[in-house]
């Protein structure tokens, strides 16, 4: 399996940035795919998922409404969508792979990416 994030970067506290994710390799036939925040000194949390069977979408209440998963399935790439960022949005996002549903629990993922940078600040 292999997950490769893109579409990091810098922006103002109310901008926006979207996120890709190209993954690969999956032997299951549905997934979900996730997406997680570590600041620094942090622990890393879950941000948002999306479920491959069905397209069910799932967000961490700190970013409900101003965040969008969505998926491209003839290309293969999860994206998220962040409007309304703020400073605490800071952080490495990683995108992941799960055999479990719905789940917004690092410890329920095994199939890591190699993360890429966000940075909110004026």
């Known amino acids: 399996v292999q997950l490769v994030e893109s579409g990091g970067g810098s922006a103002q506290p109310g901008g926006s940035l979207t996120l890709s994710c190209a993954y690969s390799?999956?032997?299951?036939?549905?997934?979900?795919i996730g997406w997680f925040r570590q600041a620094p000194g942090q622990e890393r949390e879950g941000v948002s998922s999306?479920?491959?069977?069905?397209?069910?979408?799932y967000y961490a209440d700190s970013v409900k409404g101003r965040f969008t998963i969505s998926r491209d399935s003839a290309k293969n790439t999860v994206y998220l969508q962040m409007h309304g960022l703020v400073p605490e949005g800071t952080g490495i996002y990683y995108c992941?792979?799960?055999?479990?549903?719905?789940?917004?629990?690092?410890?329920?993922?095994?199939?890591w990416g190699q993360g890429t940078q966000v940075t909110v600040s004026s």
């Open positions: 992941a792979g799960s055999i479990m549903y719905g789940s917004l629990s690092r410890w329920e993922y095994d199939s």
């Open positions: 390799g999956f032997t299951w036939a549905y997934y979900s």
């Open positions: 999306i479920n491959t069977s069905d397209e069910s979408t």
